[in-house]
T-cell receptor, first 116, second 113 residues
C-alpha cells in the first residue's frame, strides 16, 4: 500500500513554462485535494475533488487547473508558471466527508517547485 | 467562513518540559478539529482529531488536545517533550458536512537539550 505518491519531488521552471504535478493514491479515497505551503501561511487549498469527474476551487485556484478522470489520480496543471507559484505542493486524499469515513487527510511527500 | 489561528509561530522549549501549542478557530457551524505534524522535508501526518464525544483526545505519543466549544479552541499539550518532537504542528478545521479543510499557519516546536 503506497498511500499517496507525488512526482516529481523537485522541479525548476522558467516563467511562462507549463507543467503537470502528478498525484496518485491507492486507498480508494473519494476526496482528493491540492495544497500549497508557503512560510508563515500554513497550507492553502488550491483545488479539490469529491470524486471522479467532480472538481471545485479552493482558496487560491488562479493559475492552476485540475481534472479527475479516475479515482486514483488527481494531476495539478500550472498553465503559465510565475515566480509567485514558487512553493511546496502537497496532494492529500481522504474518504469524502459524510460517507462515514474518518475525515483525516493522508498527505503525499510534496513537490518543491521553483519558478525563476 | 472558517478560519484557524495558531497563536504562536515558534515555541522553543527544553527537553522534558511541558508545552502547549494554541489554536483558535471560527466557524458558524459544527466542526471537526485536527492536529497534524510535519517533520522536516516530509508531508503532514495526523497527530490527533476531535470528531464528537469526549472533548479530550489523545495521541499515541503522549500529546493531547481539548476541544473547548465556548472558547472555540483546540490547544495541543504534552506534559514532557522529547528532542524527537521537534517539528511543525498544524491545527485544522473541517465543517461537518463540508469538503474544505482549513489549516492554520503552523507552529514550529523546537525542543532543546
Amino acid at each position: 500500500n503506497a498511500g499517496v505518491t507525488q512526482t516529481p519531488k523537485f522541479q525548476v521552471l522558467k516563467t511562462g513554462q507549463s507543467m503537470t504535478l502528478q498525484c496518485a493514491q491507492d486507498m480508494n479515497h473519494e476526496y482528493m485535494s491540492w495544497y500549497r505551503q508557503d512560510p508563515g501561511m500554513g497550507l492553502r487549498l488550491i483545488h479539490y475533488s469529491v470524486g471522479a469527474g467532480i472538481t471545485d476551487q479552493g482558496e487560491v485556484p488562479n493559475g492552476y487547473n485540475v481534472s479527475r478522470s479516475t479515482t486514483e489520480d488527481f494531476p495539478l496543471r500550472l498553465l503559465s508558471a510565475a515566480p509567485s507559484q514558487t512553493s511546496v505542493y502537497f496532494c492529500a486524499s481522504s474518504y469524502a466527508p459524510g460517507t462515514g469515513g474518518s475525515y483525516e487527510q493522508y498527505f503525499g511527500p510534496g513537490t518543491r517547485l521553483t519558478v525563476t | 467562513a472558517q478560519s484557524v489561528t495558531q497563536l504562536d509561530s515558534q515555541v522553543p522549549v527544553f527537553e522534558e518540559a511541558p508545552v502547549e501549542l494554541r489554536c483558535n478557530y471560527s466557524s458558524s457551524v459544527s466542526v471537526y478539529l485536527f492536529w497534524y505534524v510535519q517533520y522536516p522535508n516530509q508531508g503532514l501526518q495526523l497527530l490527533l482529531k476531535y470528531l464528537s464525544g469526549s472533548t479530550l483526545v489523545e495521541s499515541i505519543n503522549g500529546f493531547e488536545a481539548e476541544f473547548n466549544k465556548s472558547q472555540t479552541s483546540f490547544h495541543l499539550r504534552k506534559p514532557s517533550v522529547h528532542i524527537s518532537d521537534t517539528a511543525e504542528y498544524f491545527c485544522a478545521v473541517l465543517n461537518t458536512g463540508g469538503f474544505k479543510t482549513i489549516f492554520g499557519a503552523g507552529t514550529r516546536l523546537f525542543v532543546k537539550a
